[in-house]
């Protein structure tokens, strides 16, 4: 019996101490920035969650974001526009894969970009990303 609540002391202990619940698995996805110098360009990876190539581009047309690649399953797609990702995307895919494509989109993981941090806020504040 004291052996069992030396355990759940210890445990008690260590949960506080190390806060077990946010244990976050894509904390390696967070996007992290400061908030000094907005204006200042730089280079983002940004990851969403459940964005397809419809929505990316309906938001992506209203900001001043430069993409460089885009992430879709873990593999990187280079192209200009969301146009070109489809095609690219979609040129090794049978027939009804790309109407269904078509009709649906494509769910991107993430984007690489390029901006400031200002139109980085807006983004985040107009799409579920991490």
């Not at 019996?1 to 759940?8: A, G, P, Q, Y």
């Not at 920035?33 to 190539?53: K, W």
């Not at 280079?78 to 009709?103: G, H, M, P, V």
């Amino acid at each position: 019996m004291v052996i069992n609540i030396k355990k759940i002391l210890l445990f008690l202990c260590l949960f506080f101490l190390f806060n077990t619940l946010e244990i976050d698995s894509d904390s390696d996805k967070k996007l992290i920035y400061n908030n000094l110098n907005i204006y200042d360009e730089d280079y983002y990876r940004v990851y969403f969650y459940d964005v397809n190539n419809y929505i990316l581009d309906d938001i992506l047309n209203n900001l001043n974001i430069r993409v460089l690649s885009y992430i879709i399953d873990g593999k990187k797609y280079y192209a200009r526009n969301i146009q070109e990702l489809f095609d690219s995307f979609t040129k090794d895919k049978l027939l009804s894969e790309k109407i269904y494509y078509e009709k649906y989109g494509i769910y991107i993981d993430g984007v690489n970009i390029v901006c400031n941090k200002e139109e980085l806020i807006k983004l985040s504040k107009l799409i579920n990303m991490y």
